[in-house]
């Protein structure tokens, strides 16, 4: 059973990977061109249009909810009123589909309805955030919404983190008379690096993913302005007809991943191998 | 003995700022303290208002939205978009609203999320108990697969439901979800039964129980935690998704997600605001109950469900 | 009555080795108790037994039978873990029954078993109860009745007193034993803890590295170590060891540490002594006397440190040369820090080790 359940990954994956090298159209067929699909793929304003999207959608997103998810958290661990519902609150756009979060969020940013002809009925007339309808600052509308979604998530698994860091290292710390702030920023944070690593990994593989959220709130547009990785493999396989383009593009989505694990995996090993030589000093 | 500790008890608190009368008790009205509860209060208003507009929208008819006051609460409260979204809303030529689509995401969550718990929690249990040959190297490739982009092995199982003729059916997606499914619940009763002494085991062993035996009658009745995280965790995911609802069920299928989608970003007739944000708090009304009737565990399952190795 | 012997038995985890060649005889309704520090082994031993672990080499034999492949329940074994290991969702009683149960033993023999058991260790009203609502005394006694019910010949004891508090620890050492004494079963016990080891055992295996370094009866164990590690691990205060060279006065053996020479006639050397040997000198806190010199004809120079009074006796911490030794002296007796005193032994009740080797001469 659980041979199948791996299988099916590694058998999917070695067929996107051949079939990125094949001229399949609508369905895959076995005739190789060799990196054909990939010079295309790199050569597509579609394509680098929506690597440079991941990126600027990847660094701000992970930035923001990380920051904004551990003020969130310190800021909970301060002994106040009402903490299960401020974290109920905090936490419930995640339980909500990232189809949910986008048309909301859509309806929000929308000029002729949301927050921007609101001020505007209350008066401020000469307010203007409406980013999703310029291709300039659609992807910061995209931000925000995930932000919103995720950043709850974040505080929750930092706020644990928080929580199980040793009771006397802040008694040591108050001892010491070490400011909060200082404490949080440079006993706390370095303690819960594997909270911070969970809350990491959670946001990167979302980003990666990210593709409900652009479907219900742009369509990838306007124009080709919000186009993502995740977004262009589904429409090649699909409307455009092109499944060897879109296996190469899926390959490439692949290469992030295996990076990031291979980091991951030299972290472990050196690890290992420091605890192997500490005990034999 | 629960897999991620991940609890948040006031006790743990406690233990931290000490319980001594005076010295670290609050001060009341500190200007610190009211900076923390303001930036606590804002960043729940952020949270907050778009559910809130959502709510009021939905109650407005759509001449009052026209006037363009979102926050207003509604000056005449009116039930018909709801009812609107759950019977009559269009896609496209099809009026039925959503209830259509409420009845798929049932008839895919309920047999996905438990085949796809038992499998994994017999997986999960053979990894943590059971050392065979290449253990490691499938251990491995489950951590590997719960970080696989879908998009990468999206096409080739398209492929293989439409060589099996299962393409556009219910068992398609049903399967597509226990495979997705897999890594990540594999690896959260992993690590569960991997916190199970293993001395519980080994007396199963000499009390003569075998495989399944001790599976059934000892690890079993052990795992309603874990596996409660483990519906939450599958409920919430599987609800949820869109693309492989849109990609494997087929049109008689289509589950809430892709039936809501299609009813928003319609392009055909006039977008009525209140229909469609009622129709939103429908698809998401499911999703919410399971987290505030679960609470905690949502939480839990969230951190264990970001691979902790 | 099962006797255990235990032929050649290797055992490696990866590239590491945790026993080599290892044999062992436990003779129907004999204490064995398999004594070391951590990481020596003993567990591994007793897992091998049970047939927990697969072995590498060598074989278990059980009641005159060949077990080195059976299945753990096939062994006629019972075992008792550290942390009991009852199944949490099950009651005391389904605990007991629950190996019965999956042999699919009649009903009324099952209760007929329960019945005895309960009565035997006294948790007839714990039987209705999960193990989340018993003490931990009453959760290790449930999970030796786990292993009692199983009416095996071979009892099978995994450090079961460790998790439990020093005056739990000692009853219930008290009661195990009373119940080896009532079934006169084969019992193989494994701790670290010495003073269950020295009270329990009929005999003892002093375990270091994967082999058994000793095997002998307490007594034995105690009095005369094969070498420097049994000496050094069991007793407590440890052993006291002088450093020094063999010589030999007008005829009879003798021992120079540092510039004080002393005799060691009555000594019993396996081999006779040479000359000018580095050897080690070993002396227990108590056979060391300070006042009556005439009963005890060797002698050594104390310099005092610090006294330990500890209740019951007292601890006279000083040097020899450069090696710290201990003394126990009354908890009366006065002495003054920064004297010199003479300690008194008797050769034939201390024990020379060679320096290099740490084996007993």
Redesign the interface.
Known sequence: ???V??G??????A??FY?SFTSSKLF?NNNLVGLDQYRRLWSSDRWLVAVNNIWIYGVLLIVFSLV?GY??AV??????RQ??V???????????????TG???Q??LDP????E??L??WGWTSFHFSPLVDPETAIYGLVIAGI?QGS??TM??L??GL???D?EI??AARVDGIPTWRVYLFIALPMIR?ALA??F??QC?GV??V??LI??MT?GGPGIATQM??VY??QM?SSSQN?GQ??A???M??LP?LV??AFGGLAMWRRRRRAAMGATP | ?SAG??????T??E????TQPGGVK?RRFSPA?LG??G??VI??L??????Y??IV?SLKTMPE?R?????SLPGEVTFQPWVDAWLNACTGRDCNGLHPGFLNSLKITIPSVVVSII?AS??GY??SFWRYKGANL?FG???????????????????AAREAGLYSTLAAIVIVHT?FG??IL?LLFRNYYASV?I??F????????GFW?IFF??MV??SVPITTVAVILQV?GI?????FGV?FAGRSNWPM?VQ??NI??TTTGVRE?NV??AA?IL??AV??A???IS?RW??RG??A????G | MASVSIKKLGVSFGSLNVLRDLDLEVDQGEFIVLLGPSGCGKSTLL?AV???LDVDAGQVWIGGKNVTWE????RG???V???Y??????TAEGNLT??LR??RMPKDEIARRVDRTADLLQIKPLLGRRPAELSGGQRQRVAIG?ALV?DVDVFLF?EPLSNLDAKLRTELRVELKKLHNQLNSTMIYVTHDQIEALTLADRIAVMHGGVIQQLAAPKEIYRRPVNRFVAGFVGSPAMNFLEGTLTIVDGAPAIRIGDVTTGLAGYDFAAAPVEGRAVVLGIRPEQIVLADAAAAPSQVPIDIHLIDPMGADSLLWGTVGSDTVSVRIGPDDEYTVGDTVAGHFHPDQASVFDAGTGVRL
Do not use: C
Not at chain 1, 8 to 13: M, T
């Open positions: 059973m659980i041979a359940a791996v099916v990954y590694v058998i999917g994956i067929f996107t079939w895959p904004f003020l969130l800021f909970m661990d301060q002994r106040i903490e299960a401020l974290r109920s609150i905090f936490l419930y756009p995640f339980a909500m589909s990232l189809i949910v048309l909301i969020w309806w929000m002729n309805l949301g927050i002809q609101t505007h009925g919103w709850g998530v929750a698994i706020l644990a929580r199980g860091v009771s802040w008694k594997g969970t809350a990994v959670l593989v990666v993913r593709y409900d479907v219900a369509g990785p995740a493999v589904i396989i499944v879109g296996m593009a899926a390959t989505m692949l991943i990031v694990l | 003995m500790d991940m609890t948040l008890t006031d743990e608190a233990a931290r700022w000490g609050p303290r923390i509860y930036f606590l960043s729940a952020f949270f907050l208002i778009p559910l507009v959502m929208t939205i006037l363009g006051h979102l926050f499998i017999i997986n053979a990894l499938f490739l489950l951590v590997f697969g719960a970080f696989v982009p879908y998009q990468v092995v999206i096409y080739p199982l398209i492929i495979i897999m890594p594999t002494p001395e519980l080994k007396a199963g062993r000499v009390d003569g129980a035996q009658r000892i009745p052990m919430t609800w949820n998704d869109f693309l990609v997600t809501l989608n928003v970003n605001y469609n944000m939103t698809t998401a999703p919410l399971v987290y505030f609470g949502f939480v969230i951190a469900g970001a691979v902790k | 897992n049970a047939g927990l299945e753990p329940k096939d074994i019972g075992m873990f550290q942390s290991a009852l199944y949490p969702r099950m629950f190996g999956v042999a786990r199983r995994d």
